[in-house]
Nanobody, 119 residues
Framework: QGQLEETGGGSVQAGGSLRLSCAAS????????IGWFRQVPGNEREMVAA???????AYGDAMKGRVTISRDNIKNTVTLQMNSLTLEDTAAYYC?????????????WGQGTQVTVSS
């Protein structure tokens, strides 16, 4: 089992909501910044949101205003709540962890979970 594991992907209609969860090992969760990325085939991976161990949040431009990242310090999970989904949000979504406060180099990656938005 990897250090990070995503769950919650699936199919949703445009305008709907979806919640993704990232389960992290205790060491990763307590010391690393956890982020969510997405990637469409042929495009570069882009950051959706990130949260530090202290709860500070950062959001990428792609979904800002439509997503909320949060962490559960008991379950060692980071959740990405996505609202008002559009067809363009269809992508593979990945959980990642970094010790880089500049959010440039990411050390660990999950396997990814597919999100498909349909009309």
């Amino acid at each position: 089992q990897g250090q990070l594991e995503e769950t919650g992907g699936g199919s949703v209609q445009a305008g709907g909501s979806l919640r993704l969860s990232c389960a992290a090992s205790g060491r990763i969760f307590s010391t690393y910044i956890i982020g969510w990325f997405r990637q469409v085939p042929g495009n570069e991976r882009e950051m959706v949101a990130a949260i530090t161990s202290g709860g500070r949040r950062a959001y990428g431009d792609a979904m800002k205003g439509r997503v909320t990242i949060s962490r559960d310090n008991i379950k060692n999970t980071v959740t990405l709540q996505m609202n008002s989904l559009t067809l363009e949000d269809t992508a593979a979504y990945y959980c990642a962890a970094t010790s880089d406060s500049d959010l440039v180099g990411w050390d660990f990656w999950g396997q990814g979970t597919q999100v498909t938005v349909s009309s």
